[in-house]
């Protein structure tokens, strides 16, 4: 009777935990900071992502201006100035991430077609579009978008779009490791831009 009671209240906790994470945190995170107009507004992204994609919308405000931001932004990239997230988590999968305190100038200079890379001697994105001080667009549609708001604070605004290309596996990774771990890594990105661009003077 012991070990029933005790199995019974195992699966009674594990679905209390996917209830809580699909109703509550889910909705949270996937949305994290961004507004009802946020959500829905177009982004120059939004042409590369495809019809079935499950997307993300966040969004912060950080006290500079667009200007001052973006050079945080145009210089992302593992072998460039990192991406401001949590670099000792990133390195415990060996990424070899370096995020920089400062704007270096020779990874000013960004094109569509280079590529960003997210780990050493590992995957990388494309740059699909980029619109200096306002959008970078990686591939198929993750966008960073710098929305002003006056001339001293600007929202910015991340959507970041996940194909399951009708593969099982996929979707199981991406709901189970991917969606979680990606919601720390960009709020995380996020914030540290934030903290970077108002930490100007």
């Known amino acids: 009777m012991k070990n029933k009671n005790l199995k019974f209240a195992a699966i009674a906790l594990i679905?209390?935990?996917?209830?809580?994470?699909?109703?509550?945190?889910?909705?949270y995170h996937m949305r994290w900071g961004a507004t009802e107009e946020e959500l829905t507004m177009p982004l120059p992204?939004?042409?590369?992502?495809?019809?079935?994609?499950?997307?993300?919308?966040?969004?912060?405000?950080?006290?500079?201006?667009?200007?001052e931001i973006w050079p945080w932004v145009v210089q992302i990239g593992q072998d460039r100035g990192g991406f401001y997230s949590y670099e000792w988590l990133e390195n415990i999968f060996a990424a070899d991430m370096h995020n920089t305190?400062?704007?270096?100038?020779?990874?000013q200079q960004l094109r569509v077609g280079d590529r960003v890379s997210m780990q050493k001697d590992g995957p990388?994105?494309?740059v699909t579009l980029i619109e200096p001080k306002r959008a970078l667009v990686l591939?198929?549609?993750?966008?960073?978008?710098?929305?002003?708001?006056?001339?001293?604070?600007?929202r910015l605004i991340?959507?970041?779009?996940?194909?399951?290309?009708?593969?099982?596996?996929?979707k199981?990774?991406?709901?189970?490791?991917?969606?979680p771990a990606h919601f720390v890594m960009e709020t995380?990105?996020?914030?540290?831009?934030?903290?970077?661009?108002?930490?100007?003077?």
């Open 15 to 27: 679905v209390l935990v996917i209830i809580s994470y699909v109703f509550f945190v889910r909705p």
């Open 45 to 67: 992204g939004d042409v590369f992502i495809h019809p079935d994609a499950i997307i993300s919308t966040r969004a912060v405000t950080i006290n500079a201006s667009a200007s």
């Open 101 to 107: 305190e400062r704007i270096i100038p020779e990874f």
């Open 124 to 126: 990388s994105s494309d």
């Open 139 to 154: 591939d198929e549609g993750w966008t960073f978008y710098l929305q002003p708001i006056d001339d001293h604070s600007t």
């Open 158 to 170: 991340m959507r970041y779009p996940w194909d399951f290309e009708n593969n099982q596996i996929n």
């Open 172 to 179: 199981f990774y991406y709901f189970i490791i991917f969606e």
């Open 188 to 201: 995380g990105m996020m914030l540290g831009i934030k903290q970077r661009a108002e930490a100007r003077d």
